[in-house]
């Protein structure tokens, strides 16, 4: 191509004055006003285009070379006419030319199948066209973006955090309150608003610079709707300053809202503005700072940092510099990297892409679940697998199509050996069976105690039992009297006495006989007073509540000695064995049986380990924990993935429970820890292997 004729560019292009590059030179931008696309150039570039009309590879780059510092091939016009071309920055009228385009247009049209996936991963939809009415109002707004606004909204936010920590109490309630219907239609509806804030922060901001912005509307992502400015020419701005503001618009604009909202919150009295102002703060610190603020997707936080690092298309360099640090951890290649960098930008680039990958790995996983879990059965499936094949396993077999390209050059490198064997070697680990312990997290119980103490004062008469002696349930333990009881008793019962000879003597003399109404209420009286106080005797005799050993006796005890209700006298504890309450995963039950011996780990406490076997599995997962375990659960700090229902904390996974028997007496307190049971051995990869089956029968079983 270096003697054809150059193909002439575009009439309808425009050229900008660019950010000096990483090294000072100076850069243009080309803008293509029909597809909103902007092109970064080079200063070679430049001086190229300059001399375009010159019409020849070999006498632009003579020109070239002649009237600047540059020394250019005729080669290295070629390329640049080829990039243009690619760009489609060219008119090219001839038959040939108008192939190229109708095969580019097939090329880039998308099978029905990869249409319909692009749709439903991403898509936008413009709704206005709002150059004209910003134009027309951003005099209105200008006061927005003054010194003095921002000044006093910063005074704002730093009150109403100072009013937040010193009601703190009511904003973890009024936040509490939130998650009803109504308050998440709300946080709905306040979404939309604060989002629409940003947007026009987007949109105002860019055209006080003199940027156009053709286009504002909606764009989906996993059908997820946001909005959208299309603010593509703020690529024209020379000054990064400029550039980082129209960036950073969006989320000054929501945290403007959250400053004012905050305050408002703190001040207003209880009522529907107070919650507003509570829905306002509250949705845009979280749409601000976690979503937005983030540089791993290509939100705000991405824009923000490519600009500050002077870097366009940060993500795709970023990824190529990863891929080939990648390569060359696993092959030693000797291939150069993507771009010259520096190296501490070359590092941080590198980390940076990895650190997108990790993050979008985990977004990616978690959208499909939701998406799975929120649609019917079928189509929930289907995008799931859509999800997981095109963002996560369609870059892995791009990538692994490239390292095929490249075998003959990979199998002939020595670190391809090394790399092999660790791979081998972490294969075989996954593959053999080392482990034959299987780890649940567990409670071991106290000991069932029983405290003993007096019903009401009472003067001691006996002592029947000791430290350390065994007794059986009903033994009597202390023998107390209460002389107002026991006289009180006497007198019931003389009157009970009296009253039963009164009624023999009624029966045989007329003159008493009248009055046998009245001798017989006396005569009830007087028994349901016997019957209390008798009762209330009996409870001075204090028996052991079940059968065990007595510890801590009050010491110095002896007849005669008046004691209060508030004073322990002893504890009783159960001689029962001890035992264990473990959760074992639903994948692991087919690994041990019962008989299994077991070792129970204490964690928080230097009590030892204590072994023991299983006695008893559960049949059917527990849902919801037993109070007694509810402690294991993970809104409490536990191990185990928890979640509130009624009736208690249910798992988020099957977990069943697990009783084992431990020798030794028990503790005198629950103690909380991990119990290790002896089961089959079972290799890491067949363990992952049945946990996946396990989920699949029990989406799909019959």
């Given amino acids: 191509m270096t003697t054809a004729a150059l193909p002439p560019l ?31 150039i080079d200063w070679p570039a430049f001086e190229m285009l300059v001399r375009w009309d010159l019409g020849r590879p070999a006498a632009v780059a003579a ?3 002649g009237e600047t510092t540059l020394r250019l091939a005729p080669d290295d016009v070629a390329a640049l006419a080829v990039f243009l071309r690619d760009q489609q920055l060219t008119e090219d009228a001839s038959p040939a030319g108008t192939r190229r385009l109708a095969e580019a247009a097939r090329a880039a049209r998308p099978s029905p199948g990869a ?33 003095t606004f921002l000044g006093a909204t910063v005074a704002a936010l730093l009150l109403g955090l100072v009013m937040i920590v010193r009601q703190g109490d ?20 306040a979404l939309v608003a604060v989002k629409a ?9 860019a055209k006080t610079f003199g940027c156009r912005v053709p286009a504002m509307g909606v764009a989906f992502m996993v059908l997820l709707p946001m909005l959208y400015t299309d603010v593509n020419a703020a690529w024209t701005l020379r000054e990064r300053r400029r550039r980082l503001l129209v960036g950073a618009a969006g989320m000054r604009a929501e945290l403007t809202v959250a400053a004012w909202a905050t305050l408002a919150w703190s001040l207003l009295p209880e009522g529907p503005a107070r919650q507003a102002a509570f829905v306002l703060a509250a949705v845009t610190w979280v749409s601000s700072l976690a979503i937005n603020a983030s540089p791993f997707m290509r939100f705000d936080g991405y ?45 941080f680039l590198i980390a940076f892409g990895i650190a997108t990958w990790l993050y979008r790995l985990v977004v990616f996983l978690g959208i499909a679940l939701l998406v799975y879990t929120f649609a019917f059965k079928a189509l929930g499936v289907v995008l799931f697998v859509a999800e997981i094949v095109w963002l996560i396993l369609l870059p892995i077999w791009r990538e692994l199509r490239v390292w095929g390209r490249l075998r003959r050059r990979i199998l002939r490198r020595r670190r391809t050996a090394v790399t092999g064997a660790v791979l081998a070697g972490l294969v075989v680990a996954g593959l053999v069976p080392w482990t034959t312990r299987i780890a649940a997290p567990a409670v071991l119980k106290g000991a069932e105690t029983a405290a003993l103490y007096l019903p009401f004062p009472a003067r001691l008469e006996r002592v029947a039992a000791a430290r350390g002696d065994r007794v059986a349930a009903g033994d009597v333990l202390y023998v107390f009297a209460a002389p107002d009881i026991t006289l009180g008793l006497a007198e019931a019962e003389a009157r009970r006495a009296t009253a039963r000879r009164e009624l023999r003597i009624a029966a045989l003399d007329p003159v008493v006989r009248a009055a046998t109404g009245e001798i017989r209420e006396r ?49 009783v504890r159960a001689d029962a064995p001890p035992v264990v309450d473990a959760y074992v995963e639903e994948g692991d039950l087919a690994r041990f049986a019962v008989g299994a ?106």
């Fill in 63 to 65: 020109a070239v070379s």
């Fill in 10 to 40: 575009r009439a309808d292009l425009t050229l900008h004055s660019g950010p000096p590059a990483l090294d000072g030179a100076p850069t243009w931008t080309i803008g293509d006003p029909a597809r909103n696309r902007y092109v970064r």
């Fill in 197 to 205: 804030v940003h947007e026009l922060g987007h949109a105002y901001t």
């Fill in 170 to 189: 009511l904003f973890v309630a009024a936040f509490e309150r939130a998650f009803t219907p109504a308050g998440l239609v709300a946080f709905a509806v």
């Fill in 115 to 147: 249409w319909l996936v692009h749709r439903y991963l991403f898509f936008r939809v413009p709704l206005v066209r709002p150059d004209g009415f910003l134009s027309a109002t951003r005099g209105a707004v200008a006061w927005l973006g003054s010194r």
């Fill in 597 to 702: 011996e077991a070792v129970f780990h204490p964690v928080g406490t230097e009590a030892p380990s204590r072994a023991g076997r299983v006695v008893a599995v559960s049949a059917s997962p527990a849902r919801p924990l037993p109070r007694p375990d509810a402690v294991l659960g993970s809104v409490h700090g536990g191990p185990l993935a928890t979640r509130r229902a009624e009736g208690g904390l249910v798992p988020e996974q099957a977990v069943y429970r697990v009783r084992v028997a431990l020798d030794g007496p028990p503790p005198d307190l629950q103690q909380v820890g991990r119990v290790h049971i002896a089961g089959e051995a079972r290799s890491l990869f067949a363990r992952v292997a049945r946990s996946v089956l396990i989920v699949l029968v029990r989406e799909w079983g019959t």
């Fill in 523 to 571: 005569l009830a009286q007087a028994e349901a007073e016997v019957r209390a106080l008798a009762e209330q005797a009996a409870r001075l005799t204090l028996v052991a509540p079940l059968a065990g050993t007595v510890l801590d006796p009050l010491p110095d005890l002896r007849p005669g000695l008046w004691l209060s209700p508030r004073t322990r006298l002893a504890l």
């Fill in 303 to 347: 824009f923000l940092l490519m600009d500050a690092l002077e870097m366009p298309n940060l993500h795709a360099r970023a990824f190529a510099l990863a891929r080939w640090w990648l390569r060359e951890r696993l092959f030693g290649l000797g291939d150069p990297p993507p771009e010259p960098l520096a190296p501490g930008r070359r590092r």
